[in-house]
């Protein structure tokens, strides 16, 4: 058979923006004119569409014979197809759809937005929909929840700000939908003040005005004002309970987040896969080995079958709680892995376990052991991966390994290094006694990284901490170039804090904190001369075989977090 070209299988095809949109929904009587006796074959393909179409070949196949029987031209259909469309297939073919639909309506623009919603293009449904305005697309309240959904993912204000403009506009802004999602796109975008507003502002209120507004403020980091809220709650669900756990757990308080979560299994109601995680995460955080295993216990009675975000979760709670083996089992049994899961593994070995094994499971991750894997097994390393092989490589003293392990990152895989790994070469550059080096492999951190962020900065005093204090003389050279780099940046003067105290000079630590004083620079958390000399005790009484390996952990699990594995605080066992 001849094939067909697109431009035969669509003689109607209009471009979108050379016609108005209808606004007019097609009308009742017209539905049921269409679904008389005669139009048996119409309810069929009706019927086919809404309960039998499961995936893009079927839908496709469907469609091809609506447009060469003519049926797509009816309304109904075409609108059926285009929803199906909207989740079976990819925003391009469901935007395709509606560029050939004769008379689009009000239903049709408001399936374009929410596939571009839910796809990797948000900022297209802000762009769609003023594009749609000029073609006489009049929106309602359905247009808005996904549109301000948009601009939450985006984490744009602006755009968010146009939005609700545009919903007061039209006259929804009070329709309880726009404004929950009105609450949750001031709190991504990190304006928990105006999501307060308008949350003050809703009458009648539901769970979803409640929990929105909670998470808002456990992504600003107040918990206090979200607590309050928690008790002010009319009724909870599991949602708002994951909601606190997990904003309890973000701002570094593991042991309440259990304790919330003792208390709803006090009430009677189960967590999900996302307590789970929560939960196992918090053990690891908190060290708590034993609590731990109990979760392991809940997670096994109640789910079937695992999942790869449950697991990812045990090895990294294993791992924090120095049960490498224990990780290494469940790593094992794992059906299906992923490149976090992957990297939870080769932290856990290299950081907790034995360096080796790390390395040589990072061998088998990119298949570079001698052993022929199918290319789709394969997987390429990311920033995490290589943490914890130069951390590996640091604590095993190997340095023609970290030398060929860096330059495999920058050369073979294309990965920019950040700070956390010119901070591991550093260290094992001091720990071989190539200290001149290793602070010049630090000065060379800028035509990298560009500028020395606080959280750079944060995470080289860490390691500073745990490698550097052999050599006073080294930290506080690097203590001030930092200080010259930013001197206004108070994680600097910590560093140079620490430096201090480590050595035992504490002259010169009242000298930096009155320097801080005179530059009016505010106070750092913990730099107190008793804080201070706890340091130095901690130091003193450590085991000197795992010394300063406390404080990696620790640098560790924070890089881990950001990089989007389970964070884990490692400074408790």
Same mark, same amino acid.
């Given at each position: 058979m001849a094939r067909v070209s697109t431009r035969q299988?669509?003689?109607?095809?209009?471009?979108?923006?050379?016609?108005?949109?209808? !606004?007019?929904?097609?009308?009742?009587?017209?539905?049921?004119?269409?679904?008389?006796?005669?139009?048996?074959?119409?309810?069929?393909?009706? !019927?086919?569409?809404?309960?039998?179409?499961?995936?893009?070949?079927?839908?496709?196949?469907?469609?091809a014979f609506l447009v060469t029987s003519s049926l797509f031209r009816n309304p109904f259909l075409a609108r059926t197809v285009l929803s199906r469309a909207s989740r079976l297939c990819d925003v391009a073919y469901t935007l395709l759809i509606? $560029?050939?639909?004769?008379?689009?309506?009000?239903?049709?623009?408001?399936?374009?937005?929410?596939? /571009?919603?839910?796809s990797d293009a948000p900022h297209q449904t802000v762009i769609f929909y003023f594009r749609a305005l000029m073609g006489g697309f009049f929106p309602n309240s359905y247009t808005f929840v996904p549109l301000i959904g948009s601009c939450a993912k985006m984490g744009c204000i602006d755009y968010g700000k146009e939005c609700h403009a545009q919903a007061t506009k039209n006259g929804v802004d009070s329709v309880l939908p726009v404004q929950n999602s %009105?609450? +949750?796109? /001031?709190?991504?975008?990190?304006?928990?003040?105006?999501?307060?507003?308008?949350?003050?502002? @809703?009458l009648t209120r539901d769970l979803v005005s409640w929990n929105s507004i909670i998470?808002?403020?456990?992504?600003?980091?107040?918990?206090?004002?979200? +607590?309050?809220?928690?008790?002010?709650?009319?009724?909870?669900?599991?949602?708002?309970?994951?909601?606190?756990?997990?904003?309890?757990?973000?701002?570094?308080?593991?042991? /309440?987040?259990?304790?919330?979560?003792?208390?709803?299994?006090?009430?009677?109601?189960?967590?999900?896969?996302? !307590?789970? =995680?929560?939960?196992?995460?918090?053990?690891?955080?908190?060290?708590?080995?034993?609590?731990?295993?109990? =979760? +392991?216990?809940?997670?096994?009675?109640?789910?079937?079958?695992?999942?790869?975000? @449950?697991?990812?979760?045990?090895?990294?709670?294993?791992?924090?709680?120095?049960?490498?083996?224990?990780?290494? $089992?469940?790593?094992?049994?794992? !059906?299906e892995r992923n490149l976090i899961s992957w990297n939870a593994m080769i932290l856990g070995n290299c950081i907790q376990g034995n360096p080796e094994d790390g390395l040589s499971l990072f061998g088998v991750m990119v298949a570079i052991d001698g052993n022929e894997r199918e290319e789709s097994l394969r997987l390429l390393p990311d920033e995490v991966t290589f943490i914890g092989i130069l951390c590996a490589c640091a604590r095993s003293e190997l340095l023609?390994?970290?030398?060929?392990?860096?330059?495999?990152?920058?050369?073979?895989?294309? &990965?920019?290094?950040?700070y956390a790994h010119f901070w591991c070469m550093a260290n094992l550059l001091a720990n071989v006694? %190539?200290?001149?080096?290793?602070?010049?492999?630090?000065?060379?951190?800028?035509?990298?990284?560009?500028?020395?962020?606080?959280?750079? &900065?944060?995470?080289?005093?860490?390691?500073?901490?745990? $490698?550097?204090?052999?050599?006073?003389?080294?930290?506080?050279?690097?203590?001030?170039?930092?200080?010259?780099?930013?001197?206004?940046n108070l994680v600097c003067y910590q560093f140079l804090l620490i430096i201090y105290a480590v050595s035992g000079q504490w002259e010169n630590v009242s000298g930096v904190q009155k320097l801080i004083k005179e530059r009016r620079l505010g106070i750092i958390p913990g730099s107190s001369l008793l804080d201070l000399k706890n340091i130095v005790h901690n130091f003193k009484v450590s085991n000197k075989d795992r010394e300063g390996i406390e404080e990696v952990n620790s640098m560790m699990d924070e890089l881990a977090h950001r990089f989007r594995l389970p964070s884990a605080d490692l400074s408790r066992s």
């Open positions: 299988r669509f003689p109607f095809r209009i471009t979108f923006l050379t016609r108005p949109i209808t !606004t007019t929904r097609t009308s009742y009587s017209s539905l049921t004119e269409a679904k008389k006796p005669g139009f048996t074959l119409f309810s069929q393909f009706e !019927t086919l569409l809404r309960n039998s179409c499961q995936s893009a070949r079927h839908l496709l196949q469907i469609q509606f $560029r050939h639909i004769n008379s689009s309506d009000t239903f049709c623009v408001n399936t374009v937005i929410n596939a /571009y919603c839910d %009105l609450i +949750h796109m /001031y709190a991504c975008c990190g304006s928990v003040q105006l999501a307060r507003v308008v949350f003050d502002g @809703i998470d808002g403020h456990m992504m600003a980091g107040e918990l206090n004002a979200a +607590h309050r809220l928690f008790d002010e709650m009319p009724e909870r669900n599991l949602v708002t309970w994951n909601v606190m756990i997990s904003g309890y757990l973000k701002g570094r308080n593991p042991g /309440y987040a259990m304790k919330l979560f003792r208390t709803m299994g006090g009430l009677g109601m189960r967590g999900n896969a996302r !307590t789970m =995680v929560c939960l196992a995460t918090a053990c690891g955080r908190s060290g708590r080995l034993k609590e731990g295993r109990s =979760v +392991h216990g809940s997670i096994v009675r109640m789910f079937v079958r695992s999942s790869l975000i @449950i697991d990812t979760a045990l090895i990294d709670m294993y791992s924090k709680c120095r049960r490498v083996e224990a990780a290494r $089992r469940v790593f094992e049994r794992m !059906t023609a390994e970290g030398r060929s392990y860096f330059k495999q990152m920058t050369e073979v895989f294309g &990965l920019k290094p950040n006694g %190539l200290i001149d080096e290793a602070e010049g492999f630090l000065q060379s951190m800028a035509k990298f990284d560009g500028h020395m962020s606080c959280e750079s &900065l944060l995470w080289a005093s860490l390691l500073g901490l745990c $490698r550097f204090k052999r050599d006073v003389y080294l930290g506080e050279r690097i203590a001030k170039l930092l200080l010259n780099l930013d001197p206004k």
